[in-house]
Nanobody, 116 residues
């Protein structure tokens, strides 16, 4: 069964850091482009980073460039999102999936709350 499970969220003060994990099962991550998305109430799901399959090309929108780093561990079959210098506007539920085509059904994600 193809599955992606997100973890690592939490409550952090502005300027703090978190590392999110996206663990895959049922398929190998290194053959697929994987993206992290942020979902906030009343807004469309927003892509915050993407790493391609074989080439490992990486994309960030301007809103997170220089603060977020996406990486992949092929042995652990896991994609990570290191988030530094967090801002209140980074608050949301973070989900991972294939991009541009989802690989699996959307999971529950992991909640990130940036607040003093």
């Amino acid at each position: 069964q193809v599955q992606l499970v997100e973890s690592g969220g939490g409550l952090v003060q502005p300027g703090g850091s978190l590392r999110l994990s996206c663990a895959a099962s049922g398929f190998t991550l290194d053959s697929n482009a994987i993206a992290w998305f942020r979902q906030t109430p009343g807004k469309e799901r927003e892509g915050v980073s993407c790493i391609s399959g074989s080439e490992g090309s990486i994309y960030y929108p301007d809103s997170v460039k220089g603060r977020f780093t996406i990486s992949r561990d092929n042995v652990k079959n896991t994609v990570y999102l290191q988030m530094n210098s967090l801002k209140p506007e980074d608050t949301g539920v973070y989900l991972c999936n294939g991009h541009p085509v989802p690989i699996s059904s959307w999971g529950r994600g992991t909640q990130v709350t940036v607040s003093a």
